[in-house]
């Protein structure tokens, strides 16, 4: 059995068995042990997809369960489990499960050092840029995740991490620095493979938070080829108006341009009804085996809830991806 399977399936054992002590009945007495620090909460996500150029479906996209654990001590703990696409119907297959699979997003432990510094240890997002650190389907905008964010670079690694702020005047500046140590041995058939990777992000600023990505990867294709990886990405705010940018280009061992990609998304409050939202977006995407891609959207979406999203969006322009097909998308999305 692969290592990364034996990694998983024990990840597994052990969220369930703390699920089952974080929901037992409270002790009779006032005392607070070590197992009380536990929170179980997640989301999960259903949609319908009319793509352009092939047949429409209907799915529950995910459901993710995130246990949490923390106390008076330095230390604290994150678990993601995710079931992707565990129900699916199209016209060929009517209900199926053929494209459900477990992923373990996130397992890892926090260690506060000081006021500035904190050190992290397991499996994480990389920090790199907004959306593919907050892209959990209810703190996002919409059902398509932009092509650039999920493309380029590797979106998690397991490895090591140290992170902080560090005051300035007004603002803080937001630190982290991470380092792959041990490759993932299994990938699903879409996933790209990435490996031995490290970076840093720098983020600043208050009315504008602006970030810096640097990072450094090899990326498996024919060969195992190095790149470097430069990334820019802003979020403001224009009155009730949200603008969110990002923007990253690869270059090789050469300093030969290989892809870049970057998008453009506003998020403003439309006068038809109670915190219903117009969202526009427009990317642009190139790799060197993927060609250059340009893409729009347009949508609408209601916050019903602070914790439930309805998301209703037209795409258009060139090439598809599996996390954003080209068409009708309608989503609904809750954090529990």
């Known amino acids: 059995m692969p290592l990364i399977n034996k990694f998983r399936i024990s990840s597994v054992a052990v969220l369930l068995l703390l699920c ?5 009945e409270e002790p009779p007495t006032p005392q607070k042990g070590v197992m009380d620090g536990f929170r179980l909460g997640g989301y999960t996500s259903a949609g319908i997809t009319v793509p352009r150029e092939s047949e ?5 996209n995910e459901i993710s369960l995130i246990l949490t654990w923390e106390n008076e001590s330095r230390f604290k703990f994150f678990g993601e489990l995710e079931l992707e696409k565990p129900l699916t119907w199209d016209d060929d297959n009517k209900f199926h499960s053929k494209q459900s699979n477990i992923d373990l997003e996130r397992f890892y432990l926090d260690y506060n050092l000081s006021d500035n510094i ?19 389907s209810p703190l996002v905008w919409t059902s398509s995740r932009p092509i650039a964010t999920s493309r380029l670079f590797p979106t998690a690694i397991n490895g090591i991490m140290t992170f902080g702020a560090i005051p300035l005047n007004t603002s803080a500046l937001e630190y982290s620095v991470f380092i792959e140590t041990l490759k993932d041995q299994d990938l699903n ?18 009315q504008a938070n602006i970030g810096v990505n640097l990072m450094s990867f090899e990326e498996k294709n024919t060969t195992s080829t190095r790149y470097h990886m430069l990334g820019l990405d802003f979020l403001t705010h224009y009155h009730d108006i949200e603008i969110l940018g990002e923007a990253f280009q690869r270059w090789d061992a050469h300093n030969n341009s290989s892809g870049y990609g970057a998008y453009l998304q506003t998020a403003i409050p439309l006068p038809i009804g109670t915190n219903w939202y117009g969202i526009t ?4 995407y190139q790799r060197p085996d993927e060609g250059h891609q340009q893409r729009w959207l347009l949508g609408a979406t209601w916050r019903v809830k602070p914790t439930q999203l309805l998301k209703l969006e037209f795409t258009g322009g060139s090439g ?12 609904f999305a809750v954090l529990f």
């Open 20 to 24: 089952k002590v974080a929901y037992a």
């Open 56 to 60: 429409a479906s209907a799915a529950i």
């Open 118 to 136: 904190n050190l992290r240890g397991g499996r994480f997002l990389t920090p790199t840029g907004r959306w593919n650190q907050l892209h959990a």
């Open 189 to 206: 058939s879409d996933e790209l493979n990435f490996k031995n990777t490290k970076g840093a992000r720098i983020a600043f600023g208050q």
């Open 281 to 284: 977006r427009v990317e642009t």
């Open 320 to 331: 598809d991806q599996p996390e954003s097909p080209r068409g009708f998308l309608a989503s």
